[in-house]
């Protein structure tokens, strides 16, 4: 990480355990299920790294099958870090799909 954004390391030290002691638990206590994602009526943006592991790749197949409006973009080697270290890719897929579902000026959510 230390390559890609200078104090990182530092950074991660000392956000370890707000990390392990609050974050952690809260993401392994959330659930969210194939109702919850039928709720979600805007368009959905999947974007993961190819070499994300086989976690990541679980729940993009989620993703995919529980959400009917989602677009996927697959960024070739990236990993977990991808908006770090593959932010022009994450970038190139991010604007257009924002370009294409921006919000209207009245505020209601475009189609």
Known sequence: MEGHL????????RDAGTFFD???PALLA??????DANRIECPVLHIGGTAS???FAE???????????VEDVRV???D???ALTHADEV??????????????SSGEPSR
């Open 59 to 69: 729940v993009r197949t989620l993703v995919m099958a529980w959400m009917s409006d």
């Open 53 to 55: 592991g086989p976690w």
């Open 91 to 104: 970038a190139a897929a991010l604007i257009p799909f924002l370009e294409r579902h921006a919000l209207p």
């Open 80 to 82: 977990h870090s991808l």
């Open 30 to 35: 959330w659930r969210f299920s194939a109702d």
């Open 6 to 13: 200078a104090g990182s390391a530092e950074q991660i030290g």
């Open 76 to 78: 070739e080697g990236a």
């Open 22 to 24: 609050i974050d952690l």
